[in-house]
Nanobody, 127 residues
Framework: RVELEESGGGPVQAGGSLRVSCEISGFYYKSYCMGWFRQAPGKEREGVAVVDSTGTTRYADSVKGRFTISQDSAKSTLYLQMDSLKAEDTAMYYC?????????????????????WGQGTQVTVSS
């Protein structure tokens, strides 16, 4: 059974840092492109960052240089390190598994490319 469980969210002040985690079970995570998405109130869910087994990463322009996606093979855990946080980063953050192994260049942020999702962890940045 595929399971994705996020944790690590919470309140943080603008300019601060936070790391969210996604514990993966039920499959070998390196067999798929894995990603982080977020959804703010009243807005559509959007792609934040993805990584695959080749180490290829892709980021949304809004987080480039501030966020880092990584994987811990020993723990089967996906991470998103978020630095220099801004109020506009406030959202529910979701971990997701792509349908394929390698993260696409063009449509890595397309929701329909992902078939498994976690329940999310809330990140609230206060200014």
């Amino acid at each position: 059974r595929v399971e994705l469980e996020e944790s690590g969210g919470g309140p943080v002040q603008a300019g601060g840092s936070l790391r969210v985690s996604c514990e993966i079970s039920g499959f070998y995570y390196k067999s798929y492109c894995m990603g982080w998405f977020r959804q703010a109130p009243g807005k559509e869910r959007e792609g934040v960052a993805v990584v695959d087994s080749t180490g290829t990463t892709r980021y949304a322009d809004s987080v480039k240089g501030r966020f880092t996606i990584s994987q811990d093979s020993a723990k089967s855990t996906l991470y998103l390190q978020m630095d220099s946080l801004k109020a506009e980063d406030t959202a529910m953050y979701y971990c997701a598994r792509n349908k394929v192994m390698f993260c696409s260049t063009s449509d890595w942020g397309t929701l329909g490319r992902y078939n498994f999702w976690g329940q999310g962890t809330q990140v609230t940045v206060s200014s």
